[in-house]
């Protein structure tokens, strides 16, 4: 078979490599650059979990890079060579003497081969934050010069350096997958639970945020409600943070004294801060069966106290060693550690009966309605069922607790009134119970009702219970036979109440047409007065209306009258004054002209008359002279002669003229 493996492997100048001879074990450190050529009793190593493997050159880990960290970095050598001036030089190396479980920690920038058995690790340097820090570890105290012992760790905070690499001696603590921890922030609502592993002695010039003062190893310290950061400290571990517990109103904790034992409920509305140095958050679990009863969730909050809501109508007792307290609904109750709800175990069934109770923590004090169903037996001994429903409410609030004394209120209840049942029915025959069965029943119970007053009701002093209505539900008459006669009778007795309802009916509707008959009549005579009355009105309005007009109209003719008098005198007046000028202008004229006027106008008057009067001469036969005169003569005119004498002339002048016309 041929070997095909390669012989001869080149380093470069960066790189080194491993060859064992097979012959001594020896291991000797080839250094690039250079050229290793195998012999046949050579092979390529390498340093594996603490001892040597041969490696096949073609697998690529024959040959390995020198360890190398830039300035910002720092590598962490295993095994240094005895003799620290050593150096490796190019080509082939012999082995050197180690240091072996001593490890030395070398600063960048560098960059070496590993002598055979040695491991390195390359570290970047740590960058901080003021608010981060490291954690170092002493690992050899001679190394690192310093005083503390191996395994002391030493805390390097943000605050004071920003970059830092160690020293050998010193090795930085990897945490949670990273070498930088974050600083505690101290905060309003929270605080820092902190353990002393070392005891010391705090200064104000620490800058911890300890309040000074000497403190042994194994004490608490806690931190609370304070600013900045927190760095722990060779002498001081933090346990963890405490964050405040907010609590709502009727929302509670419940708190241990660690010094006392004693247990207190802290209620809300608050923040609550616990200090673990001094106490403790502890829970209070219920079984399954008293979150039934108590009415919460079964699985609530456990660090929350227990809290129960009691409804409207409701009340719950709350007891404890000493105390024992009401709490009346609406409200949510915060119970103490020690405190517990009394349990009450009700009668259940139809009749009531304890075989089976109803638990429950929850008394209803108002509108509790309780039913039950009795068997009764009446005086002619005959048996009847009676179904009941009592309405029941607890009354005395300044004695409160009372209502908790009798744990099955319903059977005390539904025994002390069946017993009264039972008396007031035996005293009474079928006959005369079944026309008044409720009225017998409630009086039992309630007592005798009175005008204008509430039934009394029946009060219990044993727990303060009063029965305040009974409401009887059914009657029933167990003997068939008798409830064939009762029912006889009664459908008997309800034919003759609805004939004389129907009777009365009818006799309520006569009387209502009869009275909308009557309003009616008496709706048209208000009407027709009404109607009647408004005329008269009319009529006297029209009349009042016409005698102002007639007396307006009065006034007006009276004025037209009296204007028109006084136009009238004035126009007398006028003419008076005309006349009178006229008479005196005319009495100023000379008589000549006087008798001038008359003559002139006894001849116009002569012409006119000639004019006239001669037609009616020709047709009486006369002259015209005497148709004249005997005009003239009838008129009272002094002066007719002269004017007859004026028309003979006139006529005998025509006369003439008429002749010689004629001729």
Known sequence: MTDT??????????EYAYVQDLTKGDIVLYVGPTKISLSNTERLVDYQHGRFVPIRAEEGAAVAMLCAATSSQYIVLENPPKDPNVKPTKGNNSAVDLLMGRKVVVPGPASFPLWPGQRARVVDGHALRE?????????????????????????????????YIPTTGLEVLLGKGSYVHKARRLRKGSGLHLRVVKSFEATTRDG?????????????????????????????????????IPLGEREGVYVRDIATGRITTVTGP???????????????????????????????????????????????????KDQRKVM???????????????????????PKSSEHTLRTCFLQTDGNKVSDVLRLKTADHNEIEVTVSYRVSFVGLEHAERWFNVTDYVGLLCDHAGSLLRAAVHASSIEAFYQNSTEILRM?????????????????????????????????????????????????????DVMRRQELLRLENERLKEQ????????????????????????????????SAAAVAAVADGSRMAAREREQDLERKMLEARVSAFRDQMGALAPELIATLKTLGHQTLAMELSKNASPLAILGGESVTDVVERLLG????????????????????????????GR
């Open 270 to 320: 608050i923040n609550y801060l616990p200090d673990p140095t001094r106490v403790q958050i502890i829970a209070r679990s219920l079984d399954d069966a008293r979150c039934d009863l108590y009415n919460v969730a079964h699985d609530r909050d456990l660090v929350r106290a227990l809290s129960v809501y009691v409804p409207s109508g409701f009340a719950v007792l709350v007891t404890a």
């Open 208 to 244: 911890t945020a300890i309040p000074p003062g000497s403190y042994a190893a194994g004490q608490d310290i806690f931190l609370e409600e304070g600013e900045g950061f927190f760095f722990p400290t060779a002498s001081i571990e933090i346990v963890g943070e405490v964050a405040a």
């Open 5 to 14: 493996r390669e012989r001869d492997i080149l380093v470069a100048s960066n």
């Open 131 to 163: 608010d981060e820090y490291l954690v170092v570890r002493v690992y050899d105290d001679e190394a690192a010069e310093r005083s503390e012992p191996i395994g002391t760790e030493i805390v390097v905070r943000g605050t004071d350096t920003s970059f």
């Open 516 to 547: 909308v008959r009557r309003a009616i009549c008496d709706e048209q005579a208000q009407t027709m007065a009404s109607e009647r009355e408004r005329v008269e009105k009319k009529r006297a309005v029209d009349l009042a209306t016409a005698e």
């Open 328 to 350: 009346r609904g609406p409200q949510t109750c915060v119970l103490d550690y020690d405190e517990d709800l009394e349990v009450l175990e009700l009668s259940t069934g139809k």
């Open 444 to 496: 039992a119970i309630l007592g005798e009702k009175r005008e204008g007053e509430p039934r009394p009701g029946r009060h219990f002093e044993e727990n303060g219970m009063w029965i305040y209505d009974v409401e009887v539900l059914d009657v029933r008459i167990l003997d068939p036979e008798v409830q064939v006669l009762i029912g006889g009778a009664q459908r008997d007795a309800i034919v003759a």
């Open 634 to 661: 009838a008129l009272p005119l002094g002066a007719s002669s002269s004017v007859g004498a004026l028309v003979k002339a006139k006529n005998g002048t025509r006369e003439q003229e008429g002749g010689k016309t």
